[in-house]
Nanobody, 125 residues
Framework: VQLQASGGGLVQSGGSLRLSCAAS????????MGWFRQAPGKEREFVAF????????YYADSVKGRFTISRDNAKNTVALQMNSLKPEDTAVYYC???????????????????WGPGTLVTVSS
């Protein structure tokens, strides 16, 4: 599975951005996809995930109510709509894809088997 994230950029505080992650290859094996972010000097942080089948979602408390994750199975894409952006949302955003089914911690980057190269989001105050 190959992943390519896009849509990052510079936005003012309170603005919006929409990230997209396109999956290719053995996409039929994907069980869940997630968005993570990593700010300079910090560890990779969970943002949101979505199950490929069924579409159930889960969000980090820090983005709940502001970000929305969605998927388009026909196009093999996952989007992250980010509204009411804050300077603390500034980070490189990564999408990940996991294939294991079962009781896993989908908020941990260790669950995900494949990662895209990341896209930079900068929120100015």
């Amino acid at each position: 599975v190959q992943l390519q994230a896009s849509g990052g950029g510079l936005v003012q505080s309170g603005g919006s951005l929409r990230l997209s992650c396109a999956a290719s290859g053995r996409t039929f094996s994907i069980y869940a996809m997630g968005w993570f972010r990593q700010a300079p000097g910090k560890e990779r942080e969970f943002v949101a995930f979505i199950r490929w089948i069924g579409g159930s979602t889960y969000y980090a408390d820090s983005v709940k109510g502001r970000f929305t994750i969605s998927r388009d199975n026909a196009k093999n894409t996952v989007a992250l709509q980010m509204n009411s952006l804050k300077p603390e949302d500034t980070a490189v955003y990564y999408c990940g894809a996991g294939i294991a089914i079962g009781s896993y911690d989908y908020t941990s980057p260790t669950y995900y088997d494949y990662w895209g190269p990341g896209t930079l989001v900068t929120v100015s105050s």
